[in-house]
């Protein structure tokens, strides 16, 4: 096993910091061009791009959520394994909204890369998307149609692995309302 060192990891995060910056510079001035059009009507509805890019460092003291008469993590894990560890990850995402006619569509994508200081086979990218359709067609009919994704490291609470256990989740949804008259409406959803 490979231990990541302090300068090792400070000079992996700033290659990742410039990588992210210049997509975010770019990010940035292509939404800043495409709004500043005189002639988008969808910018004077509302519609944006947001991108973001940051970093977050944590600390767990219970990482694996192992009992406290549990001392010797490593004989139970692995040899290197700590019960502790400092968590960084670098994310960046883009949240957007688009309006055409009676249509709205939410779109909203996030990455990360996990890095853990001292129980590294536990690194990890994840992240999550989702899209949204808000729809309307004529007066009376309208709904919602969309898509949900995620994959994230199983939390240790709820699983009985003390590995990497990276989880993928999709859900998908439908809903849809008719306005019948002043005081009936009918509800539908899968």
Known sequence: MHRVSIGERTARALLNWSVWAVIAAFAVGHTERSSAAPSDPMAEQGDHVEPYVADQ???????????????NVATIIEPHASREDYINTLYAGIDGQWTLAQQVIGLNVRVNDNWFARNTELNNYSGS??????????????????????????????????????????????????????????????
Do not use: K
Not at 60 to 67: E, G, H, K, M, V
Not at 143 to 167: H, K, M, P, W
């Open 57 to 71: 460092e944590t600390y767990d003291s219970n990482l694996y959520r192992l009992p406290s008469f549990i001392t």
């Open 129 to 190: 998307a989702d899209l949204m359709w808000n729809w309307r067609v004529g007066g009376n009919l309208s709904g919602q149609a969309g898509a949900d994704y995620s994959r994230s490291l199983a939390n240790f609470a709820e699983t009985l692995y003390l590995g990497r256990d990276l989880v993928d989740l999709t859900d998908y949804f439908a809903t849809m309302r008719y306005q019948l008259g002043p005081r009936w409406t009918a509800y539908g959803g899968i």
